[in-house]
């Protein structure tokens, strides 16, 4: 369903326009700065003050395009087209950034998401031979056909609404598993642990976790300092957190203070991936 633009904004105060792009966000996970321009019927001009007010105040977060939400608890999973419009510049920074840890003969294993599915392009244009195994269908359809790697999945059902792979058949495998590196993501992460809300991914990523010598978290800015339902491992499992270079200052100090290795990855405006 199409969201019905509201009434045209010229005569609308500030307040009130500011307030309206507030609620939308009530409901919604992200923006970009030309829908909600399109929504609200006001210039893009417009809506990026807005957004730079609401930011300031904590309401949001600006992204390159536009903005998201932020949570302090994540009750809700993102529909998949949510989760692949969501901070898509911090995320393929993100994705480059993970690449550059990659090398020659080793085995990886990624999780599910898109901060992974943008990985997983950026693995397919590598010219390493490697061992990848996922529980993620899109991202064995990405590395299908590649000659360097080696494509590895467990076995289980899939997820409804979503590309993973779920169930004892992948645990199982899972255990007698030893990789080099596990690329895993979170709904959201703070200073105690990582986290998700669903039991069975929950389940699926301590078996993945088990199974590397190396752990690394890929989560965009957008999911620090929250907490969602389930707990995924204590934050001294990860060895290192890569994410955008939008991170709140004052959280990156937090987290540099800790005992895991903090990344930021520069975000610049490239050319869409054809």
């Known amino acids: ?42 210039s893009i001009s417009t809506i990026r003050r807005d957004l730079d007010y609401l930011a300031a105040q904590g309401v949001i977060r ?19 087209d949510e989760a692949r419009r969501s901070a898509t510049e911090e995320k393929r920074a993100i994705a480059r950034m993970a690449a550059l840890r990659i090398e020659p003969e080793q085995s990886l294993l990624m999780d599910t998401g898109s901060t992974l599915h943008e990985l997983a392009h ?31 999945m467990p076995g289980g059902s899939r ?5 993973t792979l779920l169930g004892e058949p992948g645990i199982d495998f899972l255990k007698d598993l030893r990789c080099d590196q596990f690329f895993v993501c979170s709904q959201a992460i703070d200073l105690d ?3 998700d809300i669903s039991p069975e991914l929950v389940q699926l990523k301590r078996a993945m976790l088990n199974a590397a010598e190396k752990n690394i978290l ?18 001294e499992r990860i060895d ?8 709140d200052g004052e959280y990156r100090q937090d987290f540099e203070q800790s005992s895991v290795t903090l990344t930021c990855a520069p975000v610049d405006e490239e050319r869409p991936r054809s």
Not at 70 to 80: D, H, K, V
């Open 122 to 152: 950026v693995v397919a244009e590598m010219d390493l031979p490697l061992t990848v195994v996922t529980n993620d269908i899109y991202i064995a359809g990405v590395l299908t056909g590649k000659r360097h790697i080696n494509l590895v």
């Open 159 to 163: 997820r409804e609404g979503a590309y």
């Open 1 to 42: 369903m199409v969201d019905k633009p509201d009434k045209p904004n010229e005569d609308m105060l500030p307040a009130e326009r500011r307030q309206r792009v507030q609620d939308w966000f009530q409901t919604k996970v992200s923006a970009s700065s030309q829908e909600l321009s399109r929504h609200f019927n006001t």
């Open 193 to 195: 642990c990582i986290s």
């Open 62 to 80: 600006r992204t390159h395009g536009g903005a998201v939400r932020i949570r302090q608890r994540a009750t809700f999973e993102p529909t998949l």
């Open 240 to 247: 290192e957190i890569i994410t955008d270079d939008g991170l």
């Open 218 to 235: 890929l989560v965009d800015s957008s999911k620090f300092m929250s907490r969602a339902f389930y707990r995924i491992s204590d934050l």
